[in-house]
């Protein structure tokens, strides 16, 4: 298996396991909002909670869009360059994110 494989293997089992968290994400909102009775403060604390399940929501819907442009950029021929300045994405942070699009300069 080449390494360029192994990348994509990596981002399409991100990509999976993001996929269903999102699911779950939204299925366990979707049920939250049912009619339930609750006093104020069991209100309050459901909503904190929706918040929050948004917020991991949105970042792995995020994630997911980054991920597709990686695997799209591998398609391209332009994987593991920085779309800001074009420099070279060392291969430790590659390592690390797989889906990063920019160097650590440019990213910062
Ligand atoms: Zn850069």
């Known amino acids: 298996m080449t390494s360029m494989q192994t990348t994509i293997n990596q981002l399409q089992t991100l990509r999976d396991e993001l996929t ?6 939204e299925k366990d909102v979707h049920h939250k909002n049912e009619p339930v009775e609750k006093d104020f403060a069991e209100q309050a604390t ?7 399940l948004h917020a991991i929501d949105d970042e792995a819907q995020l994630t997911v ?6 695997l799209t950029r591998i398609n391209d021929g332009k994987y593991g360059i ?3 300045c074009g420099a070279e994405i060392p291969k ?3 390592k690390a994110i797989p889906y990063a ?3 650590i ?3 910062e």
């Not at 269903?20 to 994400?25: F, G, L």
């Not at 459901?46 to 929050?52: A, I, R």
């Not at 869009?65 to 990686?70: K, M, P, S, T, Y």
Request: with cysteine; glycine share 0%; proline share 0%.
């Open 20 to 25: 269903h968290r999102i699911d779950a994400i």
């Open 46 to 52: 459901q909503s904190e909670n929706d918040d929050v």
């Open 65 to 70: 869009q980054l991920i597709d442009a990686a």
């Open 82 to 84: 920085c779309v800001s």
């Open 92 to 94: 430790a942070r590659l």
């Open 101 to 103: 699009t920019t160097c």
């Open 105 to 107: 300069d440019c990213a």
